[in-house]
């Protein structure tokens, strides 16, 4: 059973034969399943012995619930945060994800705010909306280019951080990867190990000498609000942070703190602490912050993607093969 394919198929315009193919497949075509009853009801009524999800909580009591039938988790996305791993694992449940179907797509969104800080087409766009045309007689925002600009990848040492840089560097950037060990330097398989223009340095370093901060790092214990406000103090008042990643892992509050206090140029968050934000916060309302709704994996292209490498995880669990 797909708990919450709508979160995934919102349009209707994702083919699911192969996975109908490997398996008889119920679709429950809702966004989000909150209630523990619920959840455990869609489950037990379907007799599944494969469970998938979207970005789903399933909450530890929903979990402990689940019938010994089910011996597959399939988190259809990149992280399983939403999953109690080890709890699964006390259930002799097998969990898989599917790390690498975004990469690309991921890394287009982060060029893209890059683009938009980088010429002031975000506040230009709203000047407009509002009937401001004032900027096509006396031009009044900051834009720069991009080459020769310092991009900072937090945990850009990985697969979606490698692709920011695939891109990042033939428009003419240096990047800088944040080092979670006490190596300066990438691992010799890495492709972009010694490259003149890629440098490995510590985290406070990064933020200091970065025009633009993207954040790559999975959510984690270890991670949660591990960017918090002396990161973003530290950085030029010149500089955007951008979070395509998780939005707790940076400290969302203190961020709110130095966006007030114009402390950095601006963010750009695809992910949010809470998504949606709450109607209260002051994400909806500071001018400095561009919000969109998580659609760094939400390409039509992306999502089937994502559809065909879920089946690929179903088919090489039908045949015993390693997840």
Known sequence: IFLNSARLDYDGKLDFSRLNSLTKLSCNKVDNVTDVDEIVSLVERSEAEIVITKEMEVPQAALERFPSTVKLLCEAGTGYNNIPIELARSKHMDVCNIPTYSNESVAHMVITYIMNFAAAIFQQSKMLHDGDKTNFHVFQHPIYEITGKTLGLVGGSGTIGTAVTDIALPLGMNVLISSRSTSNQLP?????????????????????????????????????????????????????????ARGAIIHEQELIQCLKENVIAGAGLDTQEIEPPPDDSDLWNLENVFLTPHIGWRRLETRQRLVDMTADNIHAYITNKKL
């Open 188 to 244: 010799k398989e890495h492709k972009y190990h010694n490259h003149s223009r890629v440098k490995v340095v510590p985290l406070q370093e990064l933020f200091h000498s970065s025009d633009y901060v993207s954040v790559h790092t999975p959510l984690n214990a270890q991670t949660r609000h591990s960017i918090r406000d002396s990161h973003i103090r530290s950085m030029k008042s010149t500089a955007f942070l951008i979070n395509t």
